[in-house]
């Protein structure tokens, strides 16, 4: 339903930051119930302040378009990290693996916890915590991301009573057969989450989905041990208490079940977990670039990159407000790789983009190239469509942000704006528009590095800040 991109926002007097922009699909965004789930999302995500939840900075909105700015973090997925280490022949050791759930532990039960403007609970239950929704940071730190179906009691969006949303191996039975949910069902997730951290395999793996409910609601559970030597048997009875098919055999809260863990195994310093995450992540270098200089490379790379200037607004009166603009740009790329990986990715102009795959029902992520054809390695390397199931999909051209077309007597100014290309983007937020065009050395133009308009607004030229 959405692309996770990871962007460089510029704005003016040098700032620069990285964040992650998760776009909804054009197609989607035409289906009210899909538009309420994200909108639901971002609000949701915006009261979390948490260091164990990603937050959402910023929405925005326009022309069937939208987007939810993000807190980019660099780090792996469990999802990821598992694989990783299964490949490599080995596991995650006990405490960090212990480690990572306590950290996702605390992020939910913020979650739980969290009231509305008024002092009343929200309600909100993830329903899909997975190893795939959490991201552990090469800070050390790991946090619930991905609220896409998360439910609370403001959600604008209401699902059907047969409706199931998240990944079935990870939902208690309650939830498989649309019971009356409250938050231990994050509870469970979290139950089967430390299984498999533990031990690097799935506990629930059937052929099929029968077959998968028939594991969940009948077969016996294994122990971690079982798979695992040398775990104490305090920490199966805590895995096998937050996996109790009645909600009510459960740990009463996320910070319970943390402070189970907490009390049966030391858990390793931030220190600690960040030097091992970062013999499996491999840090992305985002090069700083520029921003196309030309329309024609606009043209030659808006079907897979989206360039723009950002826009916010200024101190003017709201009839003025046109500011020097910051930058925003992204490109969709592979996602984190384990070191050692031979595929790198280089990102163009003013954005990196990295995809974060978000895995999950109801929670992909922005445009997918229907027919892109192959681009030259100018300023990005993207992968081919045929690797679309490991990568993030390429923009199409029809999907480029970019913004109205600018008031005649601005575009008249080329050193302010170009003529902008028409596209989408934004509303009641900031605004991309195409990027003015910079030269391409610097020139004795910038004895003066800003312009004055008609009405006596100073706009200070791109390519002297």
């Not at 059907?160 to 509870?187: C, S, T, W």
């Not at 109801?362 to 192959?374: I, K, L, N």
């Amino acid at each position: 339903m959405a692309t996770v991109y990871l962007a460089r926002m510029r704005r003016p007097m040098g700032f620069s930051r990285l964040v992650a922009i998760k776009a909804m699909h054009p197609q989607f965004a035409k289906d009210p119930s899909f538009v309420s789930m994200f909108m639901d999302e971002a609000r949701l995500t915006a009261r979390l302040r948490h260091p164990n939840v990603v937050p959402t900075m910023d929405i925005v909105a326009e022309d069937g378009h939208l987007l939810l700015v993000m807190e980019y973090v660099e780090g792996a997925s469990l999802a990821t990290l598992l694989r990783s280490v299964k490949n490599a022949g080995t596991k995650i050791p006990v405490p960090i693996a212990c480690a990572i759930v306590h950290d996702m532990l605390l992020g939910l039960h913020e979650a739980h916890q969290t009231k509305d403007d008024e002092g009343l609970p929200l309600s909100i239950i993830h329903r899909d915590v997975s190893p795939h929704n959490v991201l552990v940071g090469v800070d050390g730190l790991s946090r619930v991301l991905d609220f896409g179906v998360a439910k609370a009691r403001q959600n604008t969006h209401r699902s059907n009573d047969n409706e199931i949303k998240g990944k079935i191996p990870y939902m208690p039975p309650e939830q498989l057969f649309g019971e009356a949910l409250d938050h231990r069902v994050d509870v469970y997730a979290a139950g089967v989450t430390l299984w498999e951290a533990l031990c690097c395999e799935r506990l629930f793996d059937g052929p099929s989905e029968t077959a998968l409910v028939r594991q969940i609601s009948e077969e016996p559970i294994k122990k971690p041990s079982d798979r695992v030597e040398g775990l104490p048997p305090a920490l199966d009875a805590l895995v096998l208490k937050a996996l109790a098919r009645e909600a009510n055999d459960r740990f009463e809260s996320a910070l319970a079940m943390a402070e189970a863990i907490a009390s049966i195994v030391p858990l390793p310093t931030r220190t600690e977990v960040s030097s091992w995450a970062r013999q499996y992540v491999t840090p992305r270098e985002v090069p700083s670039g520029k921003i196309p200089t030309s329309e024609q490379q606009l043209a030659d790379h808006m079907a897979t990159a989206l360039v723009g200037i950002l826009e916010r607004n200024s101190m003017r009166s709201p009839s003025q407000r046109r500011t020097a603009p910051g930058t925003l740009a992204m490109t969709p790329v592979p996602s984190l790789r384990p070191a050692g990986s031979a595929r790198t990715t280089r990102v163009a102009i003013g954005v990196a983009a990295a995809a974060l795959l978000v895995a999950g029902a109801a929670v992909a992520q922005v445009a997918r190239t229907e027919s892109a054809p192959p681009v030259r390695e100018v300023h990005v390397v993207v992968p081919q469509p045929t690797q679309l199931a490991e990568t993030a999909p390429v923009v199409p051209a029809n999907a480029a942000l970019a913004t109205k077309e600018a008031k005649t007597k601005e575009t008249k100014e080329e050193t302010v704006a170009p003529a902008p290309v028409k596209a989408a983007v934004m509303a009641k937020a900031p605004r991309i528009v195409v990027a003015a065009k910079p030269a391409e050395a610097p020139s004795n133009n910038c004895k003066i590095p800003y312009t004055i308009d008609a009405n006596g607004q100073k706009h200070y030229k791109v390519e002297c800040m």
